[in-house]
């Protein structure tokens, strides 16, 4: 027999395991019970799962504590956003608002997004004005507003004096229009022949020191000149949604009258007008098959008619009726489409519309998906009902 | 019976680049043939060195036809007031904007100001001519409003319009010009010209970042409307009829 006692390895094990700091059960090899540990355990995850929603809408990781995120503003208190207040500008940047029939356009909300970019640039401020009418423009952009409520009609002479005052009593370092005809183009040009300040017509290029305006197959190069109108390309942007102060700026004005009296508006039948102008559309597709009520409620709205490739295929409307890729591209503010599934062509052919209306019978077609507004209904019922309603409201 | 004066610029065909009539001032010229055939008196103005851009006008009907010698590049607006001065006419005709050079489309709106006239662009048709002219204005979507103004005025044709059907070369080659000898005025480059380039097609910009940018990219937008399934045709009717009327479509 041996000397030497037998080791038993699982006691030595059981009376050397502790429970540690953590509360999991810790080996101390050796004689040497462990010190107290100096650092605690990190939790590699606790980062993660305290990450909060920051102002943007992503997530975000606070390594600090609750320290960074106390800084910010609308984390601190979500219900009260505090609207930009730019006290001091540099300098004001004039935006004369088209506002047709006293609604904000596409190229409204692209004149806002350029002119408060050429703002930010400049460190100046944005001077909206709008003659007819006051939409809220605390959101796009605008520190300061200038509302007037002038009859809702064609009176260049009436922008013109209002102009006048504004440009007396504010003196914007830059007149920001938008190239539109009748509205934005006309207005520029006669501020520009009755102040004789320096103009630059279709900018499609600003930047603070140096613009491009599209002449006659030539670009205008320069410093950006007191009066601007912008070419379309600029005007697809849209300004940031941040809350701004757009602070209402009085003025004091009495328009006077020009000399060009207004002498009403003239009756055109529109049925039969040129699709690529046209700003009401009413078409018809395969799911068409009462032509003349088809007919007879585009003569009751007076709206443009066109069709889907079937149907002028088939000589039920003429060839120049045709909507779509191989027809005519169409940029209505409201098209109204009876019958028509959608196929990928003529979608294509509308994708400029600003708003579609669909009545079709199946649920699933592809123009459903693409409409404002969806009916899943026969056209056949809908087109008689719409006229009947039309009816009814013109004679009672 | 009244002066008409038709302000005639040097067209540029877009392909070609050969001299051809320009697309607006031909529709402005169509509007002074309409008035010349009940009587009133056309004369064609043009501002250049060369007979050759008048003489392609003079293809569509024979009418006055007198040019200011001018160098190319010149500002033709001070030229032309001093002989408009001269022979008070009761309308002057002008195109929307010029083919060639800037092309503002800022010279009818100079010259109504120094003129003290009324100015009125986008002109379809001109209906009456007297003490007063009264006008047809073509609105967009293809609508149409009359209006009226003091004579002298000064009309931009629209830029729709047609040109005057007919073009003979015979009568082109036949024109004869009066070539007026006037102060050249004194240059103002201002602005540096480079040849134009085709434009980006309009973007929206997104804002916000990598994050703002995939979830334009990745997010489905159709669908989002109001969406109806089997009502009855009255209610369909109605919800249609309230929608146009609120984005204000509804004509009648």
Known sequence: ?396 | MAEIVALLSAGCHPETGRLRPAAGDAAALALGLALCASGHRLIGLHAGPADDALRVYAGFAAFDLVRLDLPAEADALPAILPWLAERHPALVLAGARAEQGAGTGLLPYALAQAMGAACIPEVAGVEELAERVTLVQALPGGRRRRLAAPAPAVLVAAARAAPPSGWAYARALRARTVPVTVQEPAATPAWRSEPARPLARPVRRIRGGAAARMAAATSFTAGKGQLLVQPPPDEAARVILAYLEAEGLLRS
């Not at chain 1, 810790?26 to 606790?46: C, F, N, S």
């Not at chain 1, 669909?358 to 087109?383: G, S």
């Open chain 1, 1 to 396: 027999m041996s000397a030497r006692p037998r080791r038993d390895p699982h006691a030595e094990r059981a009376r050397a395991t502790r429970v540690g700091p953590a509360g999991r059960a810790r080996r101390i090899l050796g004689d040497v019970a462990p010190a107290a540990p100096v650092r605690p355990r990190r939790d590699p995850h606790a980062l993660r799962t305290a990450a909060v929603p920051g102002p943007a809408g992503r997530m975000r990781l606070d390594p600090h504590g609750g320290e960074l995120l106390a800084h910010m503003p609308s984390l601190a208190a979500p219900g009260a956003e505090q609207p930009i207040v730019v006290e001091r500008p540099a300098c004001l940047i004039l935006a004369v608002l088209d506002l047709p029939g006293g609604r904000l356009e596409g190229s409204d909300l692209g004149l806002l997004a350029a002119a408060r970019d050429l703002a930010d640039r400049l460190e100046g401020a944005v001077l909206a004005l709008t003659l007819h009418g006051r939409p809220d423009l605390g959101r796009l952009g605008v520190d300061r507003h200038i509302a007037l409520d002038l009859p809702d009609r064609w009176d260049p002479a009436a922008a013109l004096s209002v102009l006048g005052t504004v440009l007396a009593d504010h003196a914007p370092a830059h007149i920001l229009f938008a190239e539109t005809p009748l509205l934005g183009a006309d207005v520029a040009r006669r501020l520009a022949a009755a102040t004789g300040l320096p103009a630059a017509f279709a900018v499609h290029r600003l930047e603070p020191d140096e613009i491009r305006a599209r002449g006659a197959g030539l670009d205008l190069v320069g410093p950006p000149p007191p009066i601007m109108t912008l070419h379309e390309v600029l005007l697809a942007d849209r300004p940031e949604p941040v809350l701004r102060e757009a602070r209402p700026v009085a003025v004091a004005v009495r328009p006077d009258a020009g000399l060009i009296e207004d002498l009403g508006e003239v009756p055109v039948d529109l049925t039969g007008a040129p699709l690529a102008e046209a700003d009401l559309i009413v078409s018809a597709g395969d799911g068409v098959t009462d032509w003349p009520a088809f007919h007879a409620l585009a003569a009751r709205l007076n709206a443009t008619v066109g069709g889907s490739r079937q149907v002028c295929d088939r000589g039920l409307l003429p060839r120049d009726r045709q909507v779509g890729a191989s027809g005519t591209l169409v940029a209505p503010r409201a098209y109204l489409a009876f019958g028509i599934s959608g196929a990928p062509q003529h979608l294509q052919g509308i994708e400029r519309c600003q708003r579609v209306v669909a009545v079709n019978t199946d649920l699933h077609a592809k123009m459903i998906e693409r409409a404002d507004l969806a009916i899943v209904a026969d056209a056949q019922a809908v087109m008689p009902a719409l006229q009947t309603l039309l009816e009814q409201r013109r004679h009672g």
